[in-house]
């Protein structure tokens, strides 16, 4: 089954949510700001991405900016902000079994699905 880590808030989730629902795909929701993500749960989805934890931060938002933009932070201090403050994580994230990606943009969710 398909996994979305969601963001009702956000456009871009949206758009990968009603991709998935257009296409039929049976898919479970995360809305991660709800859920809190756990650290080991980040490294798993870091690994099916391929990706350090910086690639998933958000590093626009103000509250890097202001807060750790400027900080020379390591793989498990990364981790550990972003479980404390999810808004910082990239999204949607799209888990497919052993794969992910970010849908950005949403078409990116072919890449890991069938049809």
């Given at each position: 089954m398909i996994t979305i880590y969601h963001n009702p808030r956000?456009?871009?989730s949206r758009e990968g949510l009603c991709f998935l629902e257009?296409?039929?795909?049976?898919?479970k929701i995360?809305?991660?700001l709800d859920d809190n993500i756990s650290e080991i749960e980040l490294k798993s989805i870091l690994k099916k991405l391929n990706y350090q934890p910086i690639q998933l931060v958000r590093t626009k938002e103000a509250l890097w900016k202001d807060n750790f933009a400027d900080k020379d932070l390591n793989?498990?201090?990364?981790i550990k902000i972003?479980?404390?403050?999810?808004r910082l994580i990239e999204r949607p994230i799209i888990i497919?079994?052993?794969?992910?990606i970010v849908a950005r943009?949403?078409?990116?969710i072919k890449e890991i699905i069938t049809f």
């Open positions: 956000c456009s871009k257009q296409h039929g795909i049976e898919h995360i809305k991660y793989y498990d201090e990364i972003m479980t404390e403050n999810p497919n079994g052993d794969k992910a943009p949403i078409e990116k």
